[in-house]
């Protein structure tokens, strides 16, 4: 039987002030936890401790007492039980190296950040291991808007690691009345899961900015999960894995809200907006974007078939017109549904 354990009062580090760190830091102090957290801008310093509100990345989320905002990395995680990376994908090897001389032995470290690095297309908890070597690492994903758990709307999510132990432990810290962690020993698939979503959410948004309808983003998701387990898989992840939290469940969210940054970003794609014009507007990263090219480069390395991905790639690096590239889509070679699942089946399980 799991022992219950209180933790109140202990420290955690937060590592990135953004809406996903922030979100996950009021969380973490509204439970009675004190926080350590790593700012990079002093004006959003200034904003927290002035203002109580991240006004720049959660603005209408108040920040609680317990939330130390600070750009000394040494200061953020010094007496943190955990350490959380919450850094976008192509930060975390200079924060984690950053972080690398003042993580002691005793310390869990956490990554919540989705994608993979470009330059290398290892999953973050990779590169992470990388740069703190021994120590017990778990991956934080699942369907989550930063906005609604800054606001404690119900929200679930998984936690994966090779140590049974730093994966409960986690459970334990995170897990209140407004947010249900569940452990999953695939981190490999809850990693890929939760970075692969961002692409097909990226083309449900272009989708929906062509003018597209309801059954378009239906047959985009359903391909799109069978494109994100196709390559999981051939990373070593379990096929099951892609029918949870992480799979379908952060594909269901991503895809379907306008609090998706993808989502929003692949609209105005389609809408006839440059990429650039894009990602200026939206003001903050598009995960989908950086995370396209490596499951492109990564789907041609392993010889796998992603022909969502694929036309995604063409559109955001080659300027293929979107409409174009949902008609190549349509007018593939014909084939059977159960065809395919029985191949991947073969493939991977035979």
């Known amino acids: 039987m799991r022992r219950e354990v209180i933790y109140m009062g202990e420290r955690v580090s937060v590592i990135g002030a953004g809406s996903w760190g922030t979100a996950l830091s009021v969380h973490l102090a509204n439970m009675g936890y004190q926080i350590g957290l790593w700012v990079y801008e002093q004006e959003v310093i200034d904003t927290i401790i002035k203002d109580k509100e991240n006004k720049q990345y959660l603005p209408g989320v108040r920040i609680p007492e317990g939330i130390e905002p600070t750009n000394d990395i040494k200061e953020a995680v010094e007496g943190a039980s955990l350490v959380v990376f919450a850094v976008p994908s192509h930060l975390v090897r ?6 690398a001389p003042y993580i002691k032995s005793n310390q869990v470290l956490v990554n919540v950040a989705k994608g993979f690095e470009i330059e290398s297309l290892k999953r973050l908890s990779q590169v992470i291991d990388e740069e703190i070597p021994y120590r017990d690492l778990v991956v934080l994903s699942g369907p989550s808007h930063a906005e609604e758990v800054g606001r ?61 309808g309801d059954n378009t983003k239906a047959a985009l ?118 065809e395919e699942i029985v191949e991947d089946i073969q493939a991977n399980w035979l």
């Open 152 to 212: 404690n709307i119900p929200t679930a999510l998984v936690c994966a690691s090779n140590s049974k132990v730093a994966a409960e432990k986690v459970q334990d810290i995170f897990m209140g009345p407004s947010l249900r962690v569940y452990t999953n020993p695939d981190i490999v698939g809850v990693e890929t899961g939760g970075a692969l979503k961002n692409i097909i959410a990226l083309a449900a948004g272009i989708s929906d900015g062509l003018g597209y």
């Open 221 to 338: 998701m359903t391909r799109g999960i069978a494109e994100i387990a196709r390559l999981g898989e051939a990373m070593g992840a379990s096929p099951l894995t892609f029918a949870g939290l992480t799979g379908i469940g952060d594909l269901i969210v991503t895809c379907t809200s306008m609090h998706s940054r993808n989502r929003r970003a692949g609209i105005m794609i389609g809408q006839g907006k440059s990429l650039e014009e894009t990602l200026s507007s939206i003001g903050m990263v598009v995960e989908g974007v950086k995370t396209c090219k490596a499951a492109y480069l990564l789907a041609k390395e392993l010889g796998i078939e992603m022909p969502i991905t694929s036309k995604l790639y063409t559109i955001l690096f080659e300027g293929k017109d979107p409409d174009k590239a949902v008609k190549e889509l349509m007018l593939r070679d014909k084939t059977y549904e159960i």
């Open 94 to 99: 200079m924060m984690a190296r950053r972080a």
